[in-house]
């Protein structure tokens, strides 16, 4: 696992999010760590260049220090960290980089996936578990790491993972998210106690540079607000929800997805 922060003029009374997946300019995670920078927190991250190396859209160099160089901008501190989440010690190992640089994590936002097409009939053992240890354990992991560290004011600590209603053709990915949808919702009574809220955000399909255009007419005629989805709508729910406006939603799994009918 490695480490690199930027560190602008100080406020400290910037709470501090830490957002995973951030490993493509263009992606999901990226959009929420830059519109919570926005909005006022510092922010750590994470990324894994062997799963976009290994993926279609290949690894996007530099990708981390250009999010890191726009979170500065915005005012953020920052931090990047470099963890393959199916290790189980990396949740453990991230939350004390971020510590150590930038504080307690008030927000942990969950943006990493791993992701890999197959079905019930051509899906390895190999490739399911690895699925469900990036998907679903890390994921608690992460949760339990946070709960067991949280020190903020009761009311203020957020959980949100991001998860996808996609199984056909996509079994392990599809299933792993499901696991992941329950061990969130789970928080939202189990942290009850530390005055922390927990919800899942069902995006639809977003695009980052994965569609095909066969997949992009697909959703385009799907959707009826005649647009695809971008990393954008998704990061204002995680702000809304970050917010102090967002605090009464909780143990809710939210689909944000324009309307789509997949």
């Not at 949760?143 to 203020?156: K, N, S």
């Not at 789970?186 to 639809?204: W, Y």
Request: charged residues 20%.
């Amino acid at each position: 696992m490695t480490a690199h922060g930027q560190t602008p003029p100080s406020d400290a009374a910037r709470p501090v999010a830490l957002v995973t997946g951030v490993g493509r300019t263009v992606g999901i995670g990226a959009g929420v760590a830059v519109r919570l920078a926005e909005a006022g927190w510092n922010v750590a991250f994470t990324y894994w260049t062997p799963y976009d190396a290994r993926m279609a859209w290949g690894a996007e160099a530099g990708a981390a220090d250009a999010v890191a160089e726009a979170l500065a901008e915005r005012g953020a501190e920052t931090l990047a960290v470099e963890a393959d989440l199916a290790d189980p010690e990396a949740a453990a190992r991230v939350f004390d980089a971020t510590e150590r640089h930038l504080g307690g994590v008030t927000a942990l936002v969950m943006c990493h996936c791993e992701s890999v097409d197959s079905g019930l009939l051509d899906t390895t053992l190999e490739s399911f578990d690895r699925h469900f240890a990036v998907n679903a354990r890390a994921g608690w992991l992460l949760i339990r790491e946070y709960g067991r560290r949280f020190q903020g004011t009761p009311g203020t600590g957020r959980v949100i993972s991001l998860t996808s209603d996609h199984t056909v053709g996509n079994l392990p990915y599809g299933a792993s998210k499901g696991a992941l949808d329950r061990i969130t919702l789970a928080a939202a009574r189990e942290l009850s106690h530390l005055g922390i809220t927990a919800n899942v955000i069902n995006p639809g399909p977003v695009d980052t540079g994965w569609m095909s255009d066969g997949i992009r007419e697909h959703v385009l005629c799907q959707t009826p607000l005649g647009r695809l989805g971008s990393p954008q709508d998704t990061a204002h729910l995680v702000e809304f929800l970050c917010s102090p406006q967002g605090q009464w939603i909780n143990g809710q799994l939210l689909v944000s997805d324009g309307g789509f009918a997949g």
